[in-house]
């Protein structure tokens, strides 16, 4: 990921100023809060953000409406507070509510964790589904699923388990004679094929109908949530995206190199094992109630940054992105075939396959 020159910025002008690091956006920016705790916003990426955060949530409301049963758009918010015809409620509270809070929250998830990783590995291509912590976090999953009665709880537990076992391996090959980010993804790729033929050989090993339940889950759906996952998924990507944007401010100076970045206080190695930590917790958190969500992670990060224009690591507008994309083809999933109900991994997978095959195209002619 490249960055702007370090020069001085115009006195009309606010740059990413931390700890003397000045990374100058030519635009106005926002300032949150006082002192350490103060906060640059800049305009533009706030307007994205919140721009992307009302779309999201529109998409949230017409998936509401849509479906078997279809609820007039005027009686959608009327049923969310309880104010309307009872089948309405029911429809919207109690069938579709869900799904749609936890595809917004998931894709939010999916979208700082592409964020964290695309800037740790300083490549667009570094997402957790390519570099293989999500394949980690979905076979402890799987594992816990078909052979244990682990419940659900333990099963998000053992998720992050597996996602920071298979992160810590791929470092371990990667950082022989220094780890760089293509050898990251690389050795990435080779972990993820490994644990996506143990997938195989468990799903082989189970009993049939254990199996085929399995598969369905591991093609990432959310037509079998519940609201059992609902508060212990929202805690965990609530305190993980807390973590990621606490880390925003120093992982943007790692941005910058690690000489600079050491030379500004910033301790380069603990800085990095949080990004990994905070990243594989938010992939894995959506996965051991979804199931592994492929794409979102890679797209969210790219497309965000082209909207705001900004190069360095933008957590919150690629959340927002990310939570627009999963609502949006988790609707597509749900009513495009109806009476069938797709597995959203599905959707993912044709979007984020045209975007992949265009960014591999874009980098071979750079």
Not at 15 to 38: K, L, N
Not at 213 to 238: H, P
Request: aromatic content about 6%; hydrophobic content about 55%; charged content about 10%.
């Amino acid at each position: 990921m490249s960055l702007k020159p370090l020069i001085p910025a115009p006195a009309e002008t606010a740059g990413a100023r931390v700890q003397g690091c000045q990374v100058p956006t030519g635009r106005r920016e926002v300032r949150i809060g006082r002192g350490r705790w103060s906060w640059r916003l800049d305009r533009t990426s706030l307007l994205v953000g919140t721009a992307l955060a009302l779309c999201g949530l529109l998409v949230g409301l017409i998936s509401l409406a849509l479906g078997d049963v279809r609820v007039p758009m005027d009686q959608v918010i009327p049923a969310l507070l309880g104010n309307s015809e009872h089948r309405y409620e029911v429809v919207v509270r109690d069938w579709r509510l869900t799904r749609v809070v936890l595809a917004l929250a998931f894709g939010f998830a999916l979208g700082i964790s592409g964020a964290l990783f695309q800037s740790l590995t300083r490549n667009p291509l570094g997402s957790p589904d390519v570099i293989g912590f999500s394949s980690g976090a979905y076979t402890a999953a799987l594992a816990l699923m078909l052979f244990t009665t682990a419940s659900a709880a333990q099963i998000a537990v053992g998720s992050i388990a597996g996602g920071l076992a298979a992160a810590a391996l791929v470092f371990m090959i990667a950082s022989r004679n220094g780890t760089t980010g293509f050898r990251l993804i690389v050795v990435g790729i080779g972990v993820g094929a490994m644990l996506a033929s143990a997938n195989t050989f468990m799903l082989l090993a189970a009993q049939r109908q254990v199996a085929m339940s399995a598969a369905v889950w591991g093609a990432g759906s959310l037509n079998s949530v519940g609201n059992a996952v609902v508060g212990s998924s929202l805690l965990g990507i609530g305190i993980f995206a807390l973590a990621a944007v606490l880390l925003q401010r120093h992982a943007r100076i790692l941005e910058c190199g690690d000489p600079l970045a050491i030379s500004l206080g910033v301790n380069a190695k603990l800085v990095r094992a949080s990004m990994v930590v905070v990243g594989v917790g938010l992939v894995a958190v959506a996965t051991a109630a979804a199931g592994p969500i492929a794409f979102v992670a890679l797209v969210a990060p790219q497309i965000s940054a082209r909207l705001s224009g900004r190069a360095e690591l933008d957590l919150v507008p690629a959340g927002c992105f990310g939570a627009l994309l999963l609502v949006s083809a988790d609707t597509v999933a749900r009513i495009a075939f109806m009476p069938i109900q797709l597995p959203v991994g599905i959707v993912t997978v044709c979007l984020g396959g045209v975007y992949l095959i265009w960014l591999l195209i874009r980098e071979s002619r750079a």
